[in-house]
């Protein structure tokens, strides 16, 4: 026997290959991962949707007699600090945080993708482009966000557009690398020598093609701009009282955690579960859209 | 390799002069009149004005920068808030810092590995399917509901484990682990995906034919070939880490340069929030080059070829 046989036969002996449904029910594991990471994000945008009509309470009504109660029939997940109903400003707090995600995914995008564009279709704009972007890169994520609201203050507004530049760098990159490869492409050569001028090729010939890297790095985002926001907001530098949001209910909580926990725990659980469902969407998607799986 | 690593180093300066001239803007990206930020809300002109000529508001751009950076080394430069010299703020709390994003940093690694070898070698068992929970849930976690949760758990509830400060090892705990927890989840993934691969491979197959021991075959073959993307990926962790240890700091008390800054930025003290921008900023690239270069220095296919 020569080598390639033994190799085989010592391959189908050792039983390292896995029979056929053990592959198919670990391919079926990951589909319903992100068949549930789906209904999670799903959920999410129909709560942050239709507020109104869900929340039992008035999210931002206080009862300052019932502070800190515990959960109840009335009251679900109990009350807070001032005794608004916690599950109401669960619910209140999708809608907050559904804002700042599309808002600063929307600034990150549109500086991103362009400035990614540029740079990979102009080859004098790249290095200045990439430059810029490595300063950028060189703040860890939360310092960057940090430092954008030390110079803008707190607030609801400051936050979004600190979240969106802290994206910028990332949809860029992504962007940049995507157009790097399809500008090769024959049909891009072709339709400059029809004579296309060169926003018409970027805009309607390559960026088309990059879409799905671009909208799987959206998807990856979102969860990060949820917490990112949450973050800044529980410490304070956020979104400010009384607009319920997740990260400054967490803030406001934690003081009360030996006596009233729920007003910390249910928060936060919120914020795990939503960013969950984005996560396993997400990859999902990285995986149903991957051109080697294909 | 030399070159490279030269090279690299002389790449880096324009990124290093960038990120101090950021870090030294945010004065002024600020809306309004410098001066009349670091006074205050009930400043009159007089004092606006005054404060214009302490700090050298009134000189151009470049000439603040130069004498901002200056003063931070000789002291000159203070704090608006406790009048003490920045780096004499700064430092000790940057070290702390340092201190609580290590141990972290080798908390995650270490389990990080542990959990992902077992995972790849014992698949479908329970450690396999804890780990994989664990990872998952993780990476979603947020660090500063972590950080709550343990303190409710293992201080109020449990009495084992101080929740503020930092005066002992058992202070070091609590927060160190709350930050590992998401590097942990994501070092344990790549171990594990980066094992499979390596073990389908035929060297490791010659290895077991050898007649070596098991363990040798995993820990001392497999193990070694499928660690490098993992430190790409601890690399990358660092920035994470960092962030993270902002808001851990927050939750536990801990005297650091995370919660530094979060107080120097409310309380507007814009000289300790600057060079502690820097400070931070110019680590965590420099950070990141060591892990590049340690990379290049580990694959072989780098170091030869390059």
Same mark, same amino acid.
């Given at each position: ?7 085989n ?7 390292r290959?896995k029979?056929?449904?053990?592959v198919f ?13 789906g ?7 129909l ?23 515990g ?18 400003r669960i619910i ?19 500086v ?9 279709y ?17 703040f ?5 966000a ?15 557009i ?6 910028i ?24 020598a029809?004579?296309?001028g ?28 949820i ?41 936060g ?26 | ?7 690299r ?7 290093? #002069? ?7 803007? #945010? ?27 302490? $700090?050298g ?22 704090? #608006? ?6 780096l ?8 702390n810092?340092? &201190? ?18 077992f995972?790849?070698v ?30 409710l ?17 058992s202070?070091? #705990? ?10 942990i ?6 171990t ?9 491979q035929e060297?490791?197959?010659?290895a077991?034919? &050898?007649?070596?021991?098991? $363990? &040798?075959?995993?820990? &001392? ?17 660092f ?6 240890a902002?808001?851990?700091e ?13 107080n ?19 680590? $965590? ?22």
């Amino acid at each position: 026997m020569d080598l390639t046989e033994t190799t085989n036969n010592a391959k189908a002996r050792s039983g390292r290959r896995k029979p056929p449904l053990a592959v198919f029910w670990t391919r079926l594991k990951m589909h319903k991962l992100a068949l549930l990471g789906g209904v999670i994000v799903i959920m999410f945008v129909l709560v942050a949707l239709f507020v109104n009509a869900i929340m039992p309470h008035d999210p931002f009504k206080q009862d300052l007699r019932q502070r800190l109660r515990g959960p109840s029939h009335e009251y679900i997940l109990g009350r807070d600090d001032i005794g608004r109903c916690i599950l109401s400003r669960i619910i209140y707090g999708a809608r907050t945080s559904l804002s700042i995600a599309v808002s600063s995914i929307g600034i990150g995008l549109s500086v991103g993708v362009l400035l990614g564009a540029l740079a990979g279709y102009y080859q004098r704009l790249d290095g200045i482009i990439m430059r810029l972007i490595d300063i950028m890169l060189a703040f860890p994520s939360m310092f960057l966000a940090l430092a954008i609201v030390s110079a803008l203050g707190p607030g609801l507004r400051n936050v979004i557009i600190a979240v969106g530049i802290y994206s910028i760098p990332t949809f860029c990159r992504v962007t940049r690398g995507a157009v790097l490869m399809v500008k090769e492409n024959e049909y891009v050569e072709a339709a400059r020598a029809i004579g296309a001028g060169d926003a018409t090729i970027i805009f309607g010939h390559i960026l088309p093609n990059c879409l799905a890297p671009i909208i799987v790095q959206t998807t990856l985002y979102i969860p990060a701009a949820i917490i990112t926001a949450a973050g800044l907001s529980f410490l304070g530098l956020g979104v400010q009282s009384p607009i319920a949001e997740w990260g400054a209910m967490l803030g406001e909580g934690r003081v009360y955690l030996r006596v009233a926990p729920h007003v910390a725990i249910f928060p936060g659980l919120a914020i795990m579960i939503v960013v969950l469902g984005f996560n396993l969407f997400g990859d999902g998607l990285r995986d149903a859209l991957d051109p080697r799986l294909k | 390799m030399r070159e490279y690593i030269i090279r690299r180093l002389i790449q880096l300066i324009p990124v290093l #002069i960038g990120v101090t001239i950021v870090s030294f803007s #945010i004065l002024y990206l600020a809306p309004g009149d410098p001066a009349a930020i670091i006074a205050g809300a009930d400043a009159t002109g007089e004092d606006i004005q005054r404060i214009r000529v302490d $700090f050298g508001l009134d000189k151009p751009f470049v000439l603040q920068y130069f004498n901002y950076l200056s003063g931070a080394f000789t002291g000159e430069l203070r704090s #608006i808030r406790t009048k003490q010299p920045v780096l004499t703020e700064i430092l000790p709390r940057f070290v702390n810092t340092i &201190k609580l994003t290590v141990v972290s940093m080798v908390i995650s690694i270490v389990m990080g590995i542990f959990i992902g070898v077992f995972s790849a070698v014992r698949q479908n068992s329970l450690v396999d399917y804890v780990g994989t929970v664990i990872a998952i849930l993780g990476i979603c976690t947020p660090v500063f509901w972590l950080g709550l949760l343990l303190i409710l758990l293992f201080s109020v509830i449990l009495g084992w484990l101080p929740a503020a400060g930092m005066n002992g090892l058992s202070h070091m #705990i609590l927060p160190s682990v709350t930050l590992a927890v998401a590097s942990i989840a994501v070092i344990a993934r790549m171990t594990k995906s980066s094992m499979l691969e390596v073990i389908r491979q035929e060297y490791v197959m010659v290895a077991r034919a &050898k007649g070596l021991t098991e $363990f &040798k075959v995993i820990f &001392k073959h497999a193990l070694r070939n499928a660690l490098l993307p993992t430190v790409t990926v601890v690399g990358l962790r660092f920035g994470y880490l960092l962030g993270g240890a902002v808001l851990v700091e927050s939750v536990f008390a801990w005297p650091g340069i995370g919660r530094l800054l979060v107080n120097a930025i409310l309380a507007r003290d814009f000289p300790v929030v600057q060079i502690g921008l820097m400070l931070v900023a110019l680590t $965590f690239v420099l950070v990141n080059l060591a892990v590049d270069l340690l990379y290049s220095y580990l694959n072989p296919r780098i170091r030869y070829w390059s």
